[in-house]
């Protein structure tokens, strides 16, 4: 076999590679869709703005109690705040599983049906609770589980929900924001079943863009931030180990052909 004939194998080789090696640099991409997705439900969202939150089985609740209408917080049988010179102590806030009877059970008030209601239902309700108590207590019930996935470039975050107005542009600015190795353009917001899920695809690159983005999201939505791909670089590494060792075994042939 002639050295032409080998360094044309070899060129036709590294040619191969690299045609495969546009398949190869997609192997991380993720929730690929063929064309843009607004499905029904999105749109019934878009147009009723920001969703109300009812507490369901299984959420968690934080709660705080304070008095005179406000003006000192208390801590029912020392349950909310142990020491107030812990600073550890003071950001691990309790949480109030609700069950699957729908109620939860709060100190010194015992249990409370809490399903389906909103915060401020729950807030209503718990102040009248206490009231038992308390002077005037006015109460602030939170969630403690409610949150968002972001998936991107920087790897992935959970955003909690500590309130209900928070949209996709503020998701993604907790998340980090948009660096250089993301695609602004092509951003996917995921809601509901998993097996079925209602997706939108959404393009922060234009004002066009931001104005349909404007969506509220709710607990478990699932926004993507696609990666930029740099073909060259990562086709390149890929490839790099097999040429180096066809490279290697090329060179063993030419020697030893050129010895004979």
């Known amino acids: 076999m002639s050295i032409q004939r080998l360094l044309l194998y070899f060129i036709c080789i590294q040619l ?4 495969f090696s546009c398949r190869m640099f997609n192997h991380s991409r993720m929730f690929k869709t063929e064309t843009e997705i607004v499905v029904d ?30 003006e ?12 107030q010179n812990n600073y550890q102590n003071r950001l691990e806030k309790p949480k109030y599983l609700v069950r699957q009877d729908g109620k939860v059970r709060l100190p010194m ?24 108590f308390y002077e005037d207590p006015f109460v602030i019930t939170k969630f403690g589980n409610k949150r968002v996935i972001v998936l991107g470039p920087q790897g992935g975050k959970v955003i909690p929900l500590e309130n209900q107005k ?12 948009i660096l250089e190795n993301g695609k602004a353009f092509n951003i996917r917001h995921i809601r509901g079943d998993l097996k079925n899920p209602d997706v939108t695809i959404v393009d922060l690159s ?31 590494r890929e490839i790099a180990p097999i040429i180096s060792v066809l490279g290697t075994l090329i060179t063993l042939v030419v020697l030893i052909t050129t010895v004979k």
């Open 16 to 19: 191969t590679f690299g045609l």
């Open 41 to 70: 439900s999105v749109r019934q969202i878009l147009k009723e703005g920001t969703p109300t939150y009812l507490i369901q089985k299984n959420d968690f609740l934080e709660v705080q109690i304070h008095t005179n209408g406000g």
């Open 72 to 83: 000192r917080l208390v801590d029912p049988n020392n349950e909310m705040m142990m020491n």
């Open 109 to 132: 008030v015992g249990e409370i049906f809490l399903e389906g209601k909103t915060l401020r239902e729950a807030d209503s309700l718990l102040s009248l609770q206490y009231s038992k």
């Open 166 to 177: 928070l949209n996709l542009v503020e998701v993604i600015a907790l998340y980090g924001g």
């Open 206 to 236: 234009t004002i066009e863009g931001m104005k349909k983005a404007n969506l509220q999201v709710e607990p478990n939505d699932i926004v993507y931030i696609e990666p930029v791909r740099r073909v060259l670089s990562e086709s390149a």
